[in-house]
């Protein structure tokens, strides 16, 4: 990829305004036989303090995978698919995922999902701390008959993630590309790919609220980095889990032209490329 034009159109599946949900919306649409909500905190969390009635359990470290036949810490095609199977959900279903953490595993299971074919995905507003207040909680475990899955991982323009060779001519080219690090400023000061500009992913978050800020508060934080929805933009941090939350705000304020660099620095460094740091 070394043209605008090959990265526009990576809206991974679905609809980015509808990507990001309410715990009202959640509510209405609960008893809907389609409706599969999965949280992906620890099983001792899920266990001890409830969950949302009917949501499964899949757990952060059940769907990565640093050895995995796929860059960064994707488990696999076929691994995805079993475990969302053994699950009960399959690729007909309205996924909704959450977490207790401000939606940052939460949104890596999106990101994942996306990545392996699954296009009605959402990601709970606020975590499960919105959920809680207003809204019952279910303490015994969920477990739903097994589907067969197929699996499948998306091509093409629709793929919403870069490989290393892909982020490497990007950065030789002249194209008009937004490298967004979503670390902390220790972290990019330490070292960051040439040219990128920051965004530290807990910027997007409302500390009031728990979820994300309002879609114009994110419009203009962006916008201060040069991010708006005609321009590409390749997202990075270690391991592809805080750029994930970051994919999901931008998706969800209609910068559909996003990717993320898979790999990340995990990666990079590995490579021995250079990275640039400042004093």
């Given at each position: ?83 969302l199977g ?19 595993f939460a ?15 959402h990601l ?156």
């Open positions: 990829m070394t043209e605008k034009s090959e990265m526009t159109g990576s809206d991974g599946g679905a609809d980015g305004a509808d990507i990001v949900v309410s715990a009202a919306w959640l509510a209405d649409r609960l008893e809907e036989p389609a409706v599969r909500v999965v949280d992906v905190r620890d099983a001792w969390e899920y266990d001890a303090m409830g969950h949302v009635p009917g949501a499964v359990n899949v757990p952060f470290d059940a769907f990565r995978d640093r050895e995995g036949p796929d860059a960064g810490t994707l488990p696999g095609a076929a691994a995805f698919a079993e475990l053994d699950a009960g959900i399959d690729r007909s279903d309205t996924i909704v995922a959450y977490d207790d953490t401000n939606g940052v949104a890596r299971f999106l990101v994942t999902a996306l990545v392996y074919g699954f296009e009605d995905v709970l507003n606020g975590d499960f701390s919105a959920w809680k207040h207003g809204h019952p909680v279910d303490g015994d475990p969920v477990e739903r008959d097994p589907v067969t899955v197929e699996p499948r991982r998306v091509d093409g323009p629709e793929l919403p993630i870069l490989e290393h060779d892909a982020v490497v001519e990007l950065l030789e080219s002249p194209a008009d590309v937004v490298f967004l690090d979503t670390r902390d400023a220790e972290e990019y000061a330490a070292g960051h790919l040439p040219g990128a500009v920051r965004f530290d992913w807990t910027e997007a978050v409302d500390p009031d609220t728990r979820g994300f800020r309002s879609p114009d508060d994110l419009r203009k934080r962006f916008a201060e980095r040069g991010i708006t929805p005609d321009r590409p933009v390749v997202l990075y941090c270690n391991t592809a889990r805080r750029l994930s939350h970051t994919y999901v705000a931008l998706r969800w304020i209609g910068v559909d032209d996003v990717h993320i660099y898979e790999g990340s620095l995990t990666e990079w460094r590995e490579r021995g490329r250079d990275l640039v740091t400042e004093e």
